[in-house]
Each structure stands twice: as C-alpha cells, then as structure tokens.
C-alpha cells in the first residue's frame, strides 16, 4: 500500500518536473524570456526634490551559472573636458575637449563583475559600457555654456576616440559628480527567476528621457535583451520657474528686479518699526 | 528641509541658505558694507555653479542696497548728482562687464578671471585698509592730529567737463566718476558684487567726496548697477536664480539687523581693521587655490 504521504510528494515532483519542463521549452525556442519594470517610469524634479530611489525589478529564465546586467541611461549631451595646465605659477584651464553625444547619466548593475561576466568583445558587442560604442572626443569650444549646461559646440580640431588617460578622467569625473557608475554595483536574484536592483538617484539628475536596459548573458554572451523607458521632468513650480526664465528671460529679468526692489523696501520699512 | 533651486539645477538645504544670508548678512551690518565679496564665493564653495553664484548675487545685491539706501535718503546722505554720474557710468561698464563675462565663459576662463579680480582687488583694498586702521589706531594713541585740507588738488582736477556737486561740496570734471563707475561696473558685472568695498574709498581718495555721503550715494547708483547686471544676465545666460536670492535676502535681512547693532559697540578704525583682515583672508584662501595643484587636473561640464 503506497502511503498518502509518498503519493503527495511523487505528486509534487511531477508538478515540480513539469514546471521546469514548461520554463524550458520556450527557452529552447526563443532565446528567453525576460521582463523588467520600474517602481515608478515618471520621475517628477519639484521644489523638494532631493534625489530619489527607484526599484528595478523582473523576471528572467535564468540558470545557475547565468549573470544579468543593469544599464540605466540618460540623455545623451556633449561633455567638455578641460585639464589644469600650470602657467605662470598658477593652475588655470588648457585646451577644452568635447566628448560628443555621451550619455549624461550611466549606471550599471551586475550580478558579478563584468569581467567574470563576459570577455571585453562580448560586452562591446551587447553595447556595455558608455565607452564600448566609441565615444569621439573632439577639440572644440564649449559655446555659450553657462556653467551647468544650456551651451552648443563649436568643433574645431580633429575626431579622436581619446587616449587612455582622456577616457579614464571622463570615467572619473563623471563618477565623483554621481552621473555614472561604471563599476556595476552588485545585485542579487532569487533561485534564477526573480532580480532586483535599487538606483539611486543623485540631486543633479539630468532632466529627459532614460532608457533602462536588461541583458541576460550565458556563457559569457548576451542571449537576450529587454528595454524599459524612463522619463525625468522638472515639474510644479521649478518646472515653472525654469521656463520662465528661459522663455520669457526679459521679463523675468525685469520680475528678478523688481522682486528684489519690493522686498528691500519691506525689509526696511519693517525693521524701522521694529 | 531641501529645496530644489530651479536656475541652479542642484538641491541645498534650506537652512544653509538662510544661514549663508544670515552670516554674511550680520558682517555687512557690522562693517556697513554690501557683502557681496564674501557671499559669492561662499554660494560657490556650497556647490552653485559660478555663473549663477555672480548672477544671483547681483539680483540679491540689489534688494539690500533697496534696504541699506532709505536709511541714508531720510538723512539726506545721498549725492543724487554724483551718483547719476556714477550710475551712467556703472550702467555701460557692467553692460561691457557682462559681455565680458560671456565672452570669456566661452573659452572656458571665467573662473579664472573670478578668481584672480578676487585676488588682486581683494589684496590691493585689504591691504589699504589695514594699513590706514593701523595708522589711525597708532595715532589715536598718540593724540594731536594736524587739520590738513579738504582734499588734495591734482592732475585729475585739469579735465574738461566741470561740474559742480553741491552735496559734495565738490567742483570736478564728470569724466573722473564716469570713468570710475564704468571701472567698478565691470568688476561688479565679473566678480559678483556691488563694489561698494572699491567705490567707497575711491569716492573718498580720488574724488575727495566727504564721508557722510560716500556711503549712501555708493548704495544708490548699486542698485541700478546689480539691477542692469540681473537683467542683462536675465536675458543672456538665463543663471539668475530668484528663489536662491530671496532666500537670502530673508537671512541678510535679520542677519544685518543684529550686524549693525554688534557695530555699534566697536569702534571705526577697530572695525575697519577688522574688516581688512576679513578681506585679506578671502585673497588669501582664493589665491592658495589657484596656487596648489589640484586633486584632479581634468574636469568636466556637461554642455546639453
């Protein structure tokens, strides 16, 4: 007589038998399955904005041994790089560098390191790294800048791809301004089925459209790929403000001014009295 | 509590706003002077980009000379004549000031030329004025000070143009406050400040005006100097950040009241002397930076 309890576990590991059967078969299909989401596709910058977290989460048809990278990145701009030069005893700025169209934001996730992931010809390949699409560095001026961005580019000198050291001052700058992280921060994955990453983002997120991209490797190639879009908007009064300023900048010129009139004569009527 | 600056780009915290007003607030009460020298490159320091440090400060500058001018205009110390003059001036050469100004972002120098007018004037006037509040304390010391005359007659006293003054008690040619209004107008456009701190003794020294009047004329024609500057960098550079101002405008506005009353208990030439040494240490702290190698030699901007 077969007991209850040994009927119920056969039971469970057909279940179970089946269950792996139904995951794979796709698998052998298509490359895999995979699906991402963010906790939230619409980051609003207001008044109180002060950076923000964002969960990063899906589902994939993982197997042991399987890495998933993260890639979250933002709109692409044209990035000035100047180097320090010393001239008559002091420090000041030598030739300006634009970097053309590089991602103002790129942060990176990974279940390991990128090395132990994949060769350096696969992640060029899958597109990982803000340098793997050969970012082109270009001797220029940096037109009408105003010290956080709003400029165009001038070039006037020859298209390189930058030497090492270039790249790698790109890389750290871009990193200690909290724009980009290179160095993907690790993230765990529940039984090769479920991931989950948190990003943070900084105070001085750059505004527009991201895109969010998954990329499931084995064996060190990328066999499958899932993109999510992200969009990041001043919003309420600082959106306000901000078109203001650069819509209507001659009004809010004379609005600056005449802000500024009204609240000294209020500081000074209300101090005499007091 | 942070607040997002709108124009700035980047979140700071409410009470450090408010308290940078408040403190710089509290010494241009105590010293009677604009304090536009200290707080811009204080807003630096905390992370404003410089564009908009100088932008933002000239609007707030204009709102505490608002302030500070009443007080001379109810006592009548305000030569309107002579800072007409000065105001025309002040006008064309902060025009000239902010075009400089964009002129020499674009080849990525700005900060440099902030730093060393921050240096060589801040050194040159710190200096002085060390030098006289030493001198004048020395001879308090010793008593029995010879009247000398009213002021010294010179070269400058030969240009065309002469124009009497009656609040000053002054016949000079209009070429000499024209030219010094369009001098401090460039550096106020370029430094981020009023320019009380270089008009004030130029207006004793080289226009040999009395100094009951020096001071409220300075803060009359500053107004419509840092106004034209906050429209000019309005419209062309879109880095005047009001929320920024008005904020610290409201910790000026206290921190001025409690300054002025602290002045109260020191005396001028100990006050001066301290304010010298005030002056002096900011030359001295933006002059090492441009001296030490920096950390990083490459920098970026991110252009958009």
Known sequence: ???????????????????????????????????????????????????????????????????????????????AQRRKEKKAGIWVNGETLVWQQAPSFYHVFATDDLAAIADKDALSKADVGPLARGLMLVAGEAQGSNGHGGGALATTGAVTAGTAAQQAGLSRNMNNNGLWQLQPALISTQQDMLFRAQLS????VPTGDYLVRVLHFRDGVAISEKTTDMNIRKAGLSALIYRFAHEYSVFYGLFAIVFAVASGWLAAVAFRRG | MYIYLPIAEVSMHIGIIIGLGG???????????????????????????????????????????????????????????????????????????????????????????????????????????????????????????????????????????KMRFRRSKLYISAIMPLLLGAFVGILAAIMGVGGGFIMVPAMIYLLGMPTSVVVGTSLFQIIFVTANVTLLQSIQTQTVDFVLAGLLLFGAVIGAQFGSRAGALLRGEQLRGLLALMVLGVCIKIGYDLVIQPEDLLSVELLR
């Open chain 1, 201 to 204: 983002l900084p105070s001085n």
């Open chain 2, 23 to 161: 403190g710089v607030g509290f010494l241009s009460g105590l010293f009677g002077v604009g304090g536009g020298f200290l707080m811009t490159p204080l807003l630096i320091f905390f992370g404003i980009p410089p564009a908009v440090a100088v932008a933002t400060e000239a609007n707030q500058i204009v709102a505490s000379s608002v302030s500070g001018v009443l007080a001379h205009m109810r006592r009548g110390n305000v030569d309107f004549k002579m800072g007409g003059i000065l105001m025309v001036g002040g006008v064309i050469g902060s025009s000239l000031g902010v075009a400089l100004f964009s002129f020499l972002r674009e080849i990525g120098q700005i900060d440099l030329v902030i730093q060393l007018s921050y240096v060589v004037f801040l050194g040159i006037i710190g200096m002085l004025m060390l030098s006289e509040s030493i001198r004048t304390i020395i001879r308090s010391r010793k008593s029995g000070a010879v009247r000398g005359k009213l002021h010294q007659h010179n070269w400058l006293h030969g240009l065309p143009l």
């Open chain 1, 1 to 79: 007589m077969i007991g209850y309890g040994t009927w119920l576990g056969a039971v469970r590991q057909l279940t179970l038998g089946l269950a792996v059967l139904l995951l794979a078969m796709p698998a052998m299909a298509a490359p895999s399955r995979l699906v991402a989401d963010l906790s939230d596709s619409h980051v609003d910058i207001t008044s109180s904005y002060h950076g923000t977290e964002l969960i990063l989460f899906g589902a994939y048809e993982g197997a042991p041994g399987d890495d998933l990278v993260l890639i979250v990145e933002g709109p692409a701009t044209d990035i």
